[in-house]
């Protein structure tokens, strides 16, 4: 069974383009997204209600609706395991999280790919947990460590990420997140539709522009049901590049349409770093083919 469909993105997407003309009607169509964001009970819904007529009768009070602003600066201070922990304390044992005053629509698991990035981890979790909680997201990390010993490889441990994940929990829709990067922009939605959404598109170190058309590196989103679809990811890739190329062919094979959003949205912050050891350059990736 498929993920259904919400278009509740597309909402989204459109206020976008109206973004740079009309930001009353951005704000209320974000509002209305808000709205269909979580299912609540009839006196949540009158007191919505009265929000929403208090912010008609005032021209101040456009932004924010809810939680969630748009543009945010990513915080680049490292905190301790510790520190992050009483931070979140309304994280569940293994770093879950559901909304406390609705029910989610979206049931979302972070898969993150990682090894001897500590300091990343860290504060990619920093940003990362305030971000889902705005978009009143149920949702769970996931870190998937590779042993050293061999190559990275990024596409294997996003499968087993996967695999796990499937077998412990219904989570319905999967974004697979490298370690360093930092989301811009709280509009840009972890959750899914019904195509494949490629989400780290101006991504910083290319400039803030999309790199080249078919890229689908940094971070995605993917339903249960199209990951089953595609076969998941490649496992052959061993070594830095190569797999999101393989995992763009396999989407676009099964007449996947990938989504994307606007630049100003999907935009993320790197952190800088050398090149691991263990991650060097993958030089069959030319020949390789699923
Ligand atoms: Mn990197």
Redesign the pocket.
Known sequence: MCLSTLRIEEILCFTLSLLRSNVFAVAKLVAHKYTLGCVVGERERERERERERERERSIYHVFPFHFVVGRITPNLQSQTFEELGSKFQNLKPGGLYSPNQCVARHKVAIIIAYRNREEHLRILLNNLNPLLQKQELEYGIFVVEQEEGCRFNRAMLMNIGFKEVISMYDYECFIFH????LPENDFNMYSCTGNPRHMAVAVD?FGYNLIYGSYFG?VSALSKCQMEAINGFPNRYFGWGGEDDDIYTRLVTKQYKIVRYALDIARYK??R?QRDKGNEDNGDRSILNF
């Not at 490298?178 to 990067?181: A, L, S």
């Open positions: 490298d370690v360093d990067h170190k940094g790197t952190i770093h």
